[in-house]
């Protein structure tokens, strides 16, 4: 065997070493070190500049020696796994590259895919083992070779990763395997995710999808709204966010959030969340243009938010309500984010969620660009639908000076109304508000008035209801 030496002793990179290694041709040692990166451990090229001047300029200036980067999480910091992979895709640049990553622990795994997501249109492989076994393996050329390659999707289920796959053809959404990527013909990169809790934000690089759903499986993964917002203070290019939870209370929060810009979002979902009012009160969304709130009425008392804001105080209409908490949580939340933002919202979508009267007058006054208004099983009474009709300018009805009187009309773009299993309405309220909107804004502002309005099982509406507004929406009212 043939015996290294250095001309200067030790393991002193500025050593010339001596012997037939050092007259092997550049082009010869560049293959051994490749052969040695893939064989030897995560920091074999390391060592091997160590060696000599030569090994070491020959190591850093040969992109081709670092297209394997292999990344184990057994017993190292989350922050040298950063530093070996941002030295790995510097020093492999131009070249594609291949990423292997050995997890000791699944929680990991969204960080350290952030590290390389930035130079996406570089990865050629990727192989992911757990355990000693691989979970996921990229198929052959599953990367474009594309420099526009466009971070589209990220779904996060937070729930215990389930890491082998079966041969069961039946398999449930419990059975996926905990990561998974996709490019589609156009270039857009989606991937899906299971962990059983966000990672913290620090130990991430900025997440630039553009569409990100999280969704809870049970109690024992909720998110906390301030892990939340912490979590999407990482995504600044998100322009979709989902969030579907379990109704879970977090109690009172002992310090505010933080606040999130997030300045290209124009979609916001919430489900089945407690934390709506925390969430929609740190969001400062300039851009947001479609809110949809589902199933965030909830029939018992909700935790009181921390701190006490203008309209807190008990709603003056005492108007009757299944779920006065969360609509007193999902109201202020609201009332929050417009004033925050002052959105260009134009739709406002609310299935099973409420809001307090006080709420939707103070709402319904601060969405000028709103054209659609979308409300399942609310128990808004008649003092909401009133709120609809024109409003004298200056107090008084009908003609001053001889002139017909000026009227406001909250929400003044609204072309479309949907009310289904509204039963607080009345019907005779809901035709007056309506008869007189449209009687005023066919006349006044016929672009901008209600094209559609549709009314389905409130009970207070019948019949004879159907027929008046017929005659003065004719076949832009729709009663299914």
């Known amino acids: 065997m043939t015996r290294l030496t250095c001309s200067e002793g030790g393991d002193n990179p500025a050593a010339v070493l001596e012997g037939p290694f050092s007259r092997l041709p550049t082009e010869l040692l560049i293959q051994v070190f490749v052969l040695c990166g893939r064989s030897g451990g995560s920091f074999t090229l390391l060592d091997l500049g160590t060696v000599c001047r030569r090994w070491r300029e020959v190591c850093i200036s040969s992109p081709h020696v670092w297209q394997l980067i292999v990344v184990s999480t057994l017993s190292r910091s989350i922050s040298s796994i950063r530093s070996q992979a941002e030295l790995w895709v510097t020093r492999s640049f131009p070249l594609p590259f291949d990423v292997h990553i050995d997890l000791a622990d699944c929680e990991a795994l969204l960080p350290i895919v952030s590290y390389f997501l930035p130079h996406i249109h570089r990865w050629r492989d990727c192989n992911i083992t757990f355990g000693g076994r ?62 059983p809790y966000l990672p913290l934000p620090e130990s991430l690089n900025p997440l630039h999808f553009t569409s990100i759903d999280i969704v809870e499986s049970c109690l024992a993964h909720a998110v906390r709204s301030p892990d939340l917002l912490s979590f999407l203070r990482r995504c600044p290019n998100l322009e979709r966010f989902s969030f579907r939870g379990v109704c879970y209370e977090e109690g009172v929060l002992t310090a505010c959030p933080p606040v999130v810009a997030l300045p290209r979002l124009h979609t916001l979902i919430l489900d089945s969340a407690c934390i709506q009012r925390s969430v929609l009160s740190h969001l400062h969304l300039p851009a947001l243009r479609a809110l949809h709130l589902q199933q965030l009425n909830m029939d018992f008392l909700l935790d009181s ?47 099973l969620s409420d809001m307090r009267t006080k709420d939707f007058s103070w709402v319904f006054d601060g969405l000028p660009y709103l054209k659609h208004f979308a409300i399942v099983g609310s128990d808004m009474s008649d003092k909401v639908i009133r709120l609809l009709k024109p409003v004298p300018i200056g ?44 009687r005023y804004t066919d006349a006044t502002t016929p672009n901008q008035t209600l094209t559609r309005v549709v009314v389905a099982s409130c009970n207070g509406f019948g019949p004879n209801h159907e027929e008046e507004l017929f005659w003065h929406l004719h076949n832009r009212l729709h009663v299914p």
């Open 305 to 351: 938010y921390h701190i006490t804001e203008a309209g807190d105080s008990d709603d003056e209409a005492h108007d009757f309500s299944q779920s006065s908490s969360s609509d007193h949580h999902t109201g202020m939340g609201i009332r929050k984010l417009i004033s925050r933002s002052n959105p260009p919202l134009e739709i406002l979508d609310m299935g």
């Open 134 to 195: 691989t979970v996921w393996n990229s198929p052959t050329n599953f990367f474009q070779s594309s420099e526009y390659l466009v971070l589209q999707h990220l779904d996060v289920q937070l729930r215990t990763p389930v890491t082998l796959v079966t041969d069961d053809t039946n398999l449930s959404a419990e059975n996926i395997p905990f990561f998974s990527c996709r490019v589609s013909t156009i270039g857009q990169v989606s991937m899906e995710t299971a962990v």
């Open 395 to 438: 107090g008084g009805e009908g003609e001053l000076g001889g002139h017909p009187q000026a009227m406001r009309i909250r929400l003044p773009q609204l072309e479309t109304l949907r009310l289904v299993s509204c039963q607080q309405l009345s019907g005779d309220a809901l035709v007056d508000a309506l008869t007189a909107r449209v």
